[in-house]
């Protein structure tokens, strides 16, 4: 059964940081890509960046504030988020899916196959 778990949401004052965590279970996570997207109340999920295995891709609202890394011996991926703004407020959610190629990134929510529950980040002005 693959499971990911997300964590290390929370309250964080506007400038701040915050580091989520994604634990991944059931399959072999290294050879995954893995997502990150949130969803703001009242809006659609929307693409934050992603990793594959030989790097990172952001959207244009996570470029130069966030970091996507990931630890393959502990299945785990990172997102840092620093410089935070009220507007980051969200649901944070990881996801996973399969690329043969380890290159290609993908930005499309249909994409990912796998997702976790989701971590709460309020960002307060």
């Known amino acids: 059964q693959v499971q990911l778990v997300e964590s290390g949401g929370g309250l964080v004052q506007a400038g701040g940081s915050l580091k989520l965590s994604c634990v991944v279970s059931?399959?072999?996570?290294?050879?995954?890509?893995m997502g990150w997207f949130r969803q703001a109340p009242g809006k659609e999920r929307e693409f934050v960046g992603d990793i594959t295995r030989v790097g990172s891709y952001y959207a244009d609202i996570a470029k130069g504030r966030f970091a996507i890394s990931r630890d393959n011996a502990k299945n785990t991926v990172f997102l840092q988020m620093n410089s935070l703004k009220p507007e980051d407020t969200a649901v944070y959610y990881c996801a996973a899916t399969r690329d043969a190629s380890g290159f290609t990134h993908y930005t499309n929510q249909n994409d990912y196959r796998y997702w976790g529950q989701g971590t709460q980040v309020t960002v307060s002005s």
């Open positions: 059931g399959r072999t996570f290294s050879s995954d890509v």
